[in-house]
């Protein structure tokens, strides 16, 4: 299907053509068309207009307004009802009901709600989530993960070619004490050792894990002997010794299937091949150090392999390099993160990398984005960091536990999942215990999700979860909720169906809910540009506000008319699938009843 324009392309359209053909010598000069309180749309464009070729902008907005077509001009299907010259020069724009209607039931016949595919769609490779190997995921991963897995699906639902990338800790030091310790002990991974404490295959693999990591780092700090065993056997790994290769694998197997457990109950889709691990790079480090060294980016410091940069000194002035490979010939996460941007532009022929990374690391992924730029892996502007701020306790503080110890995730999504299941219990009494159950997870984690994606990604915010899963205010259970009752009125609609009517008035507001939902392609067009999905939540929250005002103010079911049913079921339908559609890109469930 073609792409449905929108009313404000189709007006701005206009008032261009009026423009141009009322002042030639302005070319295609913009309008600055914007919504406005005054009138559906305002036109401010005249008045910079005018000043630069100087004339009179009151003027050239009358010469603008005589040149459109507009309904109260005894044109019946002018997309404009009305227009008039207001103050310096604005132009305060009515748009005709019947364009209003005709306009949203062209995107109503659409799948995709007249949402176009981008023009021009790349390659994106995004980096996000990063969960470390035998080690619990916790409440920092989850911004990672959530605004990470929203920006995949809004990228790919415009057509980007999206390949997504967990850059998982999988290599390093502490496998050397992880895997001589199982070489020691080579039954405390068995299944059969499981604590009857931990539930589900995923709780139970973080059990075994926990038990490893904390028996061996016992070992490790107390015995010397193992000691230097532990860390001979790093040695092994990175040389590729087949008995070390074997329980490494055992131990990231083992992580993964903790790793999914949490996935799993987030609601987010992680597929195997997305996990792609420092160890996957492991082999290209030596390249990485000698191109950097013989193109001159790189230079020797004190044994260590270095890249300086003019603005990045430490608090004494003096530079801070980026070392890609330490003065005892070990790698840190520069030369991997550099093998991996070769490797996305490289081989993978991305065009964008994005990185969902907490914004602590800002410097470090500024130093590796001109380190590989200089190196002439990575093009100009082509990497960009999704820095994200930091989840905090309702007493402003960085979220930790009573103890003072980081958060579990997964404590954390269980009880958001557990709060949520008393309000769905309260508000929809009918339901058995299993819908309970499954409107809970729906609900509670949607909270979770709709809390970290309504703020934006660079600012902090405040763990509550008495907040998140009220049904009031600007949360995701006020939009769930918003979409039950939608689906409740037209199952309630017997033989009405909804069915656009452009030859009705429209009462106001039920203008103000049919503007609002032409706005949805634009805005969407807006998240995929800027990666923002703050907008798209917003909007989504507007959508429902604005939705219950018509619903107050517009009776559905008995309206006086049948078309009038027809016409505002046509709305509430196109409300709820927009809904629907916009929960869906966030990774946010509408249940059809709560």
Known sequence: MAPVPSIAATVHQRVADALSAALPEAGSADPLLRRSDRADFQANGMLALAKKLGGNPRELAGQVVDRIPTAGNADPDAAIAAIEVSGPGFLNITVADSAITSTLAARAADDRLGVPYAENPGTTVIDYSQPNVAKEMHVGHLRSTVIGDAVVQILEHRGESVVRRHHIGDWGTQFGMLIQYLIEHPHELDHASDTAAASGEGEAAMARLNRLYKASRALFDTDEEFKDRARRRVVDLQAGDAETL??????????????????????????????????????????????????????????????????????????????????????????????????????????????????????????????ARRAGWLPEGAAKQLAFGTVLGKDGKPFKTREGETVRLVDLLNEAVDRAAVVVREKARELSEEEIAERAAQVGIGAVKYADLSTSMSRDYVFDLDRMVSLNGDTSVYLQYAHARIRSILRKAGTAVPKAHPELPLAPAERALGLHLDEFAETLASVAETYEPHKLAAYLYQLASVYTTFYDQCPVLKAEEPNIVANRLFLCELTARTLRQGMALLGIRAPERL
Request: net charge negative; proline share 2%; with cysteine.
């Open 246 to 371: 074997a329980l490494w694998h055992k131990i990231v197997d083992e992580s993964k299937i903790y790793f999914q457990g949490v996935y799993e109950l987030l609601d987010v889709e992680v597929r195997d091949e997305d996990v792609v691990g420092e160890s996957a790079y492991n082999d290209d480090l030596n390249q990485v150090c000698d191109e950097l060294e013989a193109a001159g980016v790189a230079v020797r410091s004190e044994g260590a392999l270095c890249v300086f940069f003019d603005d990045v000194k430490g608090p004494d002035g003096q530079p801070v390099p980026l070392i890609v490979r330490k003065s005892n010939g070990g790698f840190g996460y520069a030369a991997t993160d550099l093998a991996a941007i070769r490797n996305r532009i490289g081989t993978l022929k991305a065009d964008t990398l994005l990185y969902v990374v907490d914004a602590r690391q800002a410097l470090h992924f500024k130093m590796v984005f001109e380190t």
